[in-house]
């Protein structure tokens, strides 16, 4: 089945510096890769859509000079959380779609394990 | 406005019970609807996919379709506390030119022995 690898699984760092967090289909190729955040107690919430070979598009409210994504390949995608400040702590989880499965219209998405990111 | 809507919950069932989840979703072209399950602190799993009007079973799930009515349900049948966990609806949205994964709010689960 399509696996999803996220890396780092939990992170804590102090306010002000930059963290990255890698994304990875381990068996399929992903042109686009999609990261959530989840807020304690709270649903995923889309942030943003990143697309290989292209810029990412954002969702509204969600700052993209601050969540910087790359997607420089195939199988691998960025975000780089920027001057990490405590209210950026949350659960950071990305996602791909195994076309083999489907179509992008009806293919479901399969996460990572996600990314706890804590800013002290 | 894309939305899913759930009821937060929780839903507390005894073991052995039918568990039964439930979702609307706010855009009529949508054809494609999930269950997945979250355990606190992991991703999300999924548990099923529906594209059709009508139910859908695999095993002790069954997921249920109205597109008229814009609702879609998942029934758990023979609940057991493992199945305890906050069970998200997602629905996939077209909008800025990709197909997005939207997801309710999740309604947390509670099987009681």
């Known amino acids: 089945g399509a696996v999803v690898s996220q890396h780092p699984s939990r992170v804590i760092c102090k306010s002000g510096t930059s963290v990255k967090i890698e994304c990875r289909s381990l068996d399929f190729q992903a042109t686009t890769m999609f990261w959530y955040r989840q807020f304690p107690k709270q649903s995923l919430m889309l942030m943003a859509t990143s697309n290989e070979g292209s810029k990412a598009t954002y969702e509204q409210g969600v700052e993209k000079d601050k969540f910087l994504i790359n997607h420089a390949s195939l199988t691998l995608s960025t975000l780089t959380v920027t001057s990490a400040h405590p209210e950026d702590s949350s659960f950071y989880i990305c996602?791909?779609?195994?076309?083999?499965?489907?179509?992008?219209?009806?293919?479901?998405?399969?996460f990572g394990n996600g990314t706890r990111l804590t800013v002290t | 406005q894309k939305e899913v809507e759930q009821n937060s919950g929780p839903l507390s069932v005894p073991e052995g019970a039918i568990a039964s989840l439930n979702c609307t979703y706010s855009d009529r072209v949508s054809q494609s609807f999930f269950w997945y399950r979250q355990y606190s602190g992991k991703s999300p799993e999924l548990i099923m996919s529906i594209y059709s009007n009508g139910d859908k079973e695999d095993g002790r799930f069954t997921a249920q379709l109205n597109k008229a009515s814009q609702y879609v349900s998942l029934l758990i049948r023979d609940s057991q506390p493992s199945d305890s966990a906050t069970y998200l609806c997602a629905v996939i949205f077209f909008s800025g030119g990709y197909n997005k994964l939207i997801f309710g709010a999740g309604t947390r689960l509670a099987v009681h022995p």
């Open positions: 996602s791909a779609r195994d076309l083999r499965q489907g179509s992008a219209y009806n293919s479901p998405l399969h």
